[in-house]
């Protein structure tokens, strides 16, 4: 079965870090991305991030310079460190995968074929 397991979310005060952890399993796939969506109460799910099983990544303005993406290939685990946590980064994050290459214009327009159940995160000013 098909599954996608996130963790690591939690409640952390303005300016603090936390780090999410996506572990997925039962594929195998040579070329596919994965990324980190997010939602807030009463907003629009956006993109966060993505990496590419090449190793290419882009971000949400939102978020470039604070977050970073990473992928174990060998632990088929995608990483988002998120320092200099704010309160609007305060969200479900859900993490998914896109069996094809992402490109940047991803982010606006996300496209995914499997999502997990998410993880919250919650930043207090």
């Known amino acids: 079965q098909v599954q996608l397991v996130e963790s690591g979310g939690g409640s952390v005060q303005s300016g603090g870090s936390l780090r999410l952890s996506c572990a997925a399993s039962?594929?195998?796939?040579?070329?596919?991305?994965m990324g980190w969506l997010r939602q807030a109460p009463g907003k629009e799910r956006e993109g966060v991030a993505y990496i590419n099983s090449d190793g290419s990544a882009s971000y949400a303005d939102s978020v470039k310079g604070r977050f970073t993406i990473s992928h174990d290939s060998a632990k088929n685990t995608a990483y988002l460190q998120m320092n200099s946590l704010k309160p609007e980064d305060t969200a479900m994050y859900y993490c998914?995968?896109?069996?094809?290459?992402?490109?940047?214009?991803?982010?606006?327009?996300?496209?995914?074929?499997?999502r997990g159940q998410g993880t919250q995160v919650t930043v207090s000013s």
């Open positions: 039962g594929y195998t796939y040579n070329r596919y991305c």
């Open positions: 998914v995968v896109n069996v094809a290459y992402c490109s940047p214009s991803w982010i606006l327009g996300y496209v995914y074929n499997l």
